[in-house]
């Protein structure tokens, strides 16, 4: 088995836990509007998919929802409303400072818009302190599990994909890792991942 040389995160149900109800509640609230009309404008028409993908920046998503909605408010509450869904999986964090900790190069691979990323860089220090390497679906406009958001995270580690690993807690983007080169399993917990690693010969816990 070749040496992993570098160690991709999953942002979403791996680093941090998430709820697209609370988005839906949140943005109800700034908007005025009820749930099902949220839900509706931001899900069922596929515009947050949009906005993932980089096919819509943070103003295109704004002013599509406020017209489609026919909604008013202001766009900084909406765009924090929209990001504020994350909160710390705390059994993590350990496993990141060891690896951190031996040297080991690690970087966030994840399907995300700019309005949730940019509040959840500037809530959880766990995602400045440790990660060095971000490719984001908005940035490589294409979703996991699309071949070519793991060709820029390839690219992006400077590895070879054998000597990535990479966790993920939907089966099917981890299937794409693997179909990509990339050691790849599915996050179940932080004890798991760390019974992974330690197969793989690396040292945490």
Not at 16 to 28: G, K, P, T
Not at 68 to 78: G, R, S
Not at 94 to 102: R, S
């Amino acid at each position: 088995m070749p040496k992993i040389k570098f160690i991709y995160f999953d942002l979403g149900n791996v680093i941090l836990n998430f709820s697209h109800q609370r988005m839906i509640d949140n943005v109800a609230k700034v908007t005025a509007l009820d749930d099902r009309a949220v839900e509706t404008h931001l899900f069922t028409s596929f515009l947050e998919d949009r906005y993932e993908t980089g096919a819509l920046n943070s103003q295109q998503f704004y002013e599509v929802f406020c017209e489609t909605a026919n909604a008013k408010c202001d766009k900084e509450a909406f765009l924090e409303a929209v990001g504020d869904i994350f909160w710390l999986n705390g059994s993590i964090v350990p496993v990141i400072g060891q690896l951190w900790t031996a040297g080991l190069p690690l970087g966030i691979l994840s399907n995300t818009c700019e309005a949730h990323f940019n509040v959840a860089v500037r809530d959880f220090k766990v995602l400045t302190d440790f990660f060095d390497t971000v490719i984001t679906s908005y940035q490589s406009k294409s979703m996991k599990p699309d071949a070519k958001i793991y060709h820029d995270a390839i690219a992006a580690s400077g590895v070879s994909p054998n000597e990535i690993f990479f966790t993920d807690d939907k089966a099917e983007n981890v299937a794409a890792a693997v179909s990509a080169g990339i050691d790849a399993v599915l996050f179940r917990s932080a004890k798991e991942l760390t019974q992974d690693l330690r197969r793989r010969g690396v040292s945490v816990g």
